[in-house]
């Protein structure tokens, strides 16, 4: 008889260790689904932040489209900008540069701000006529204005994105 009362005790301890490997299983379980879904909210955050960029970038690649480039440039509207200059700092930058906000907005990520620098006219390197390395005198034909357009997202919380283009029309 004294031999099944011992057991009886032992029975009680196995089953505490075996609840308590059970409760530390599920904890780390339910700890790592919270860091997956951290990761995936991330992730989606990071995707709608890149789509509205895209979007702005499309929409500026439409307000450059015009047959005057200085009108845009040279109008004082804002986020437009006439040729860089070399020996200064690159405009997106420098904190005091007016970046454009006028463009695309989405709903749970905000809007989007832009730069468009005229970059002057360049020869179209499709083109076999225009392509000649060295050729002093390029015809005007060939040549097209072209823009850099450097759009990003400054969502307080968020993802953050910044792209940038050449666009040639």
Not at 84 to 93: H, S
């Amino acid at each position: 008889m004294k031999s099944v009362k011992s057991q009886q005790g032992v029975a009680l301890v196995v089953g505490l260790l075996l609840l308590v490997a059970i409760t530390l299983l599920a904890v780390s379980s339910m700890r790592d689904s919270a860091v997956q879904e951290r990761m995936t909210s991330n992730l989606t955050e990071r995707e709608l932040s890149y789509q509205l960029v895209e979007a702005t970038m499309v929409f500026v690649q439409n307000q450059v489209n015009v047959a005057n480039p200085f009108a845009l440039c040279g109008g004082g509207t804002r986020g437009f900008y006439c040729t860089p200059d070399p020996a200064l700092a690159d405009r997106w930058t420098v904190a005091a540069t007016e970046w454009g906000n006028n463009g695309p907005v989405h709903p749970q990520v905000g809007g989007a701000e832009f730069i468009a620098e005229y970059m002057g006219q360049w020869a179209n390197p499709a083109d076999p006529d225009c392509a000649n390395p060295g050729q002093g005198a390029v015809s005007s034909d060939c040549l097209k204005d072209s823009w850099r357009i450097t759009v990003r997202t400054t969502a307080a919380q968020g993802a953050n994105v910044m792209l940038q283009s050449v666009f040639r029309l």
